[in-house]
């Protein structure tokens, strides 16, 4: 597994642990972590701490810009439409995602960040295959039904 989605994979656990759902993100420029995110909509009770979304924020703030041009973000699980907004807004130049959504999300994700809509940025959307990145949200999932 590649060392980022590794990283992005560990702030996943950590959301779980803290009972959020298991997702994490991390934002790569020249080969570096600059920011980490994790989901944290439960603890905050506010809707858009997903993980991109803070790690966007922490991203900005550390690059002193909104331009995130030639980042790239690693997330365990392929984001949804907000997410895929904040990318774009961004200028994140790659997506990579370990699980893919098994919903509707995954196809505007998809028009979201390629090549549908006629935008004047645009992302690389590069799905990894991670089966730890399935299997830590189906546990997930499966743990809470049975609840």
């Known amino acids: 597994m590649n060392v980022f989605m590794e990283e992005a994979l560990k702030l996943a656990q ?14 790569v420029k020249d080969d570096k972590i600059i920011s980490k995110g994790y989901n944290k909509r439960q603890r905050t009770q ?6 991109e979304i803070i790690a ?5 703030k550390k690059l002193n810009s909104w331009r995130l ?23 994140i130049k790659n997506v990579y995602y370990g699980a893919k959504q098994n ?3 995954s196809k505007l994700c998809e028009a979201i960040l390629g090549n549908s809509l006629p935008l004047n940025h645009k992302a690389n959307i590069i799905n990894l295959n991670s089966e730890e990145c399935s299997k830590i949200l189906s546990n ?8």
Request: net charge neutral; hydrophobic share 35%.
């Open 14 to 27: 950590k959301a779980q642990k803290n009972g959020e759902v298991p997702i994490g993100a991390v934002i």
């Open 46 to 51: 506010n809707a858009i701490n997903h993980a």
């Open 56 to 60: 966007i924020q922490k991203a900005c």
């Open 69 to 91: 041009d030639d980042c790239d973000i690693y997330v365990t699980l392929e984001p949804c439409p907000m997410c895929a907004g904040a990318i774009l807004n961004a200028r």
């Open 103 to 105: 919903n509707d999300d």
């Open 140 to 147: 997930f999932f499966s743990s809470k039904r049975k609840n």
